[in-house]
């Protein structure tokens, strides 16, 4: 099984005509994404990140590809419990990367920050571990 760079996903989710080198490498992508293959907690994070940084993709289509991604049967996700998770969390309005980062802290007792507005934001999703603000 091979490990996919966020690149690969991009060019795979992303139809991007104006850029002739996604354009070149599209299909080399398609045939990486026809095959088993392994996607890593940081590549997820990064494709959100490309999606909705570089591309100016809206929520709603970042979390439709982040989906679609999770539901391609030979496809494994590393920690595949906290990106849906975190991917659950980004739905209800929270930044991924921060939905992520609780996520994969489940097995602390806290998440502890000094970012208000997280601590606010998760706190009403009841998410889990609990979010501390320090002070």
């Given amino acids: 099984m091979k490990s996919l760079d966020t690149n690969v996903l ?22 990486a994404l026809a095959q088993r293959a392994l996607v890593s907690v940081t590549v997820m994070l990064e494709l959100e990140w490309v999606m909705r940084g570089f591309y100016a993709l809206p929520r709603s289509e970042v979390a439709r590809v982040m989906r679609a991604l999770l539901g391609i049967g030979h496809i494994a996700i590393e920690d595949r419990v ?3 998770a975190a991917l659950d969390a980004f739905d209800a309005g929270l930044d991924f990367a921060d939905a992520l980062h609780i996520a ?7 998440f502890v920050t000094f970012d208000r507005r997280l601590a606010r934001r998760a706190t009403s999703l009841a998410l889990a571990p609990p979010v501390e603000l320090l002070d």
């Fill in 82 to 84: 906290a990106v849906l």
């Fill in 104 to 110: 994969r802290s489940r097995q602390a007792a806290a």
């Fill in 10 to 31: 991009a060019r795979f989710f992303i139809d991007d005509p104006d850029d002739p080198e996604a354009v070149r490498q599209r299909p080399a992508a398609v045939a």
